[in-house]
């Protein structure tokens, strides 16, 4: 009995400490990610097809490090991912009107 008092106990405060964790720094990080997303996908969509600039070019443009996102890029929809894909945003061109964040 008391080993099943101690697993609970223990279970508990991994459950606060993850809690904790999610407030403290994992909640941010996330809403930093789909800021970075969001804004990436939409700067290279213009980019390359507003601008018509290859994506080497593109990324000479951002003045913070995104090298953790990943771009890419299949016709008219420009796709920008990171933690393996967790967090993305996508952007569309249209002849005439540029680009524009989907969902």
């Not at 980019?47 to 080497?56: D, G, I, K, S, W």
Request: contains cysteine; charged residues 15%.
């Amino acid at each position: 009995m008391k080993r099943v008092k101690a697993l609970l106990v223990a279970g508990g405060l991994l459950i606060v400490a993850g809690g904790i964790g999610w407030q403290v720094w994992l909640k941010d990080q996330v809403a930093y990610a789909q800021v970075a997303t969001a804004y990436g996908a939409k700067m290279v969509c213009s980019c390359l097809h507003v601008a018509e600039r290859p994506m080497e070019s593109c990324m000479t443009d951002f003045t913070v490090d995104v090298s953790q996102v990943r771009f890419s890029d299949n016709g008219r929809m420009t796709h920008a991912s990171v933690l393996g894909g967790l967090v993305s945003s996508k952007a569309k061109y249209e002849p005439g009107l540029g680009c524009t964040l989907v969902k």
